[in-house]
T-cell receptor, first 113, second 114 residues
Framework: DVKVTQSSRYLVKRTGEKVFLECVQD?????MFWYRQDPGLGLRLIYF???????EKGDIPEGYSVSREKKERFSLILESASTNQTSMYLC????????????FGSGTRLTVV | DAKTTQPTSMDCAEGRAANLPCNHS???????VYWYRQIHSQGPQYIIH???NNETNEMASLIITEDRKSSTLILPHATLRDTAVYYC???????????????FGSGTQLTVLP
């Protein structure tokens, strides 16, 4: 089974800090995604990447950036954390082509104080 | 992607079949029906998907009506661990090199009762 591993389950950071959320997959899937999930708003796409060094903005990229230097790793960066970025962050991957499903990580619950 | 409608919540007795409905009356011919679930405080988990024919795997069965305007996810013998939010999603399969986002609606909160 494809595994998507997020480095931290819970994080508490201070306002203004630079925050790195790491996501690693153990299969050779091209596409990786970062979502945030908030009550009443469902999953919202922040950024995705369909290849190494490639990235595309999702619906809510403001305040975030991403890095994909290696195929297996997709990092989400909060340049200057703010309290409205307190959320559950979910990483996912997907194989290109056909009707493959997405595989999600367990999520990182980030609290910005 | 076509819009889906699901009941907000459902209960099911442990050991009984759980039947979760989904309406997708605006589905187009090249859109698949996907089901995911999310157990509290975990990431979503892929369950099953289908286009026209009924599908079955080790987790569940998917029944799609002939006109494809609705579908039902069946968990044949629900357990307490099946308590989760179940999402029905309709989308085009990605055939090109670029990725497409996955849009989750509100889903159905299934509670399996002992």
């Amino acid at each position: 089974d494809v595994k998507v591993t997020q480095s931290s389950r819970y994080l508490v950071k201070r306002t203004g800090e630079k925050v790195f959320l790491e996501c690693v997959q153990d299969m050779d899937h091209e596409n990786m995604f970062w979502y945030r999930q908030d009550p009443g708003l469902g999953l919202r796409l922040i950024y995705f990447s369909y290849d190494v060094k490639m990235k595309e903005k999702g619906d809510i990229p403001e305040g975030y950036s991403v890095s994909r230097e290696k195929k297996e790793r997709f990092s989400l960066i909060l340049e200057s954390a703010s309290t409205n970025q307190t959320s559950m962050y979910l990483c996912a991957n997907k194989r290109t082509g056909g009707d493959y499903g997405y595989t999600f990580g367990s999520g990182t619950r980030l609290t910005v104080v | 992607d076509a819009k889906t409608t699901q009941p907000t919540s459902m209960d099911c007795a442990e050991g009984r079949a759980a039947n979760l409905p989904c309406n997708h009356s605006t589905i187009s011919g090249n859109e698949y029906v996907y089901w995911y679930r999310q157990i509290h405080s975990q990431g979503p988990q892929y369950i099953i998907h289908g286009l026209k024919n009924n599908e079955t795997n080790e987790m569940a069965s998917l029944i799609i009506t002939e006109d494809r305007k609705s579908s039902t996810l069946i968990l044949p013998h629900a357990t307490l661990r099946d308590t989760a939010v179940y999402y029905c999603i309709v989308r085009v399969a990605t055939s090109s090199g670029s990725a497409r986002q996955l849009t989750f609606g509100s889903g159905t909160q299934l509670t399996v009762l002992p």
